[in-house]
């Protein structure tokens, strides 16, 4: 596994994440932590995907919103997204780095992103995305 990213902020711009090789559970946290104080993008892929099954999961956050994917390939080779189902958020649209995606894709709670990468890290899926 490994963890990267970037942050972004109008005071220092784009800066990037040093890619962490076999991260612990206290690098995926403290990493994460980061994007409660500024926007950007992080990834904690498997180095070795499978041939089937989830292979990612990415971060996208702006303004203390949270857009979480999961990345997988389906056993026809195809690649599939699931996302979160946040059911009480409603039917608006909320933008994140400039892309807009329904308001129920859309958490604004780090600690759930943090236990989704947590437990991605630990058993390679994710329970709690469609």
Avoid: W
Avoid at 20 to 45: C, R
Avoid at 103 to 111: E, K, L, V
């Amino acid at each position: 596994m490994m963890i990267g990213g970037y942050t972004l902020s109008p005071e220092y711009g784009r800066l990037q994440i040093p890619l962490v090789h076999q991260p612990t559970m206290d690098d995926v946290k403290f990493i994460l932590n980061q994007y409660s104080k500024f926007d950007g993008v992080a990834s904690l892929s498997i180095s070795s995907a499978p041939k089937y099954g989830p292979y990612e999961i990415n971060l996208y956050a702006d303004s203390g919103n949270y857009f979480l994917m999961l990345n997988q390939c389906l056993n026809d080779g195809e690649h599939t997204e699931r996302t979160l189902s946040n059911a009480s958020a409603g039917k608006s649209s909320v933008e994140i780095l400039g892309d807009c995606y329904p308001a129920n894709f859309i958490t604004r709670d780090i600690g759930f992103v943090i236990s989704c990468f947590q437990e991605f890290l630990s058993s390679r899926d994710v329970s709690s995305l469609c």
